[in-house]
């Protein structure tokens, strides 16, 4: 359940992080612009169901937690909610790659390694 919340929580960011690049930032000047932009973000049906995703990963986080022990659980999702989402936005989103992400990126893959030894 824990690799399913953390997969879920960051396709699901993915997924909405792509549909606001295409449609601009979030208007805050009246809560029509407000509401306008999120009737635009509902017509699309991928983004319906990746909002599903990142509101059920909560509920499977805590299914996991009921599970294992806390100590554990949280630093992993968190590591590889990072891991993925950075592995992500790079291959679908253009964000960039640099020396310091990669090393981030092995440092929190041995710690989650450790965590489960």
Do not use: D, H, W
């Amino acid at each position: 359940m824990l690799l399913l919340s953390v997969c879920f929580n960051a396709l699901g960011a993915i997924v909405i992080k792509s549909k606001m690049n295409e449609v601009g930032k979030i208007e805050l000047q009246s809560f029509r612009k407000t509401l306008e932009y999120g009737l635009v973000f509902l017509k699309s049906p991928v983004v319906v169901i990746s909002i599903i995703l990142f509101f059920s990963a909560p509920f499977l986080f805590a299914v996991a937690l009921s599970r294992l022990p806390i100590s554990i659980a949280y630093p992993v999702q968190v590591g590889l909610n990072f891991l993925l989402v950075l592995v992500l936005s790079f291959f679908f989103l253009s964000e960039s790659m640099t020396a310091i992400k990669l090393v981030g990126i092995f440092l929190i893959m041995v710690g989650v390694i450790m965590l489960n030894k």
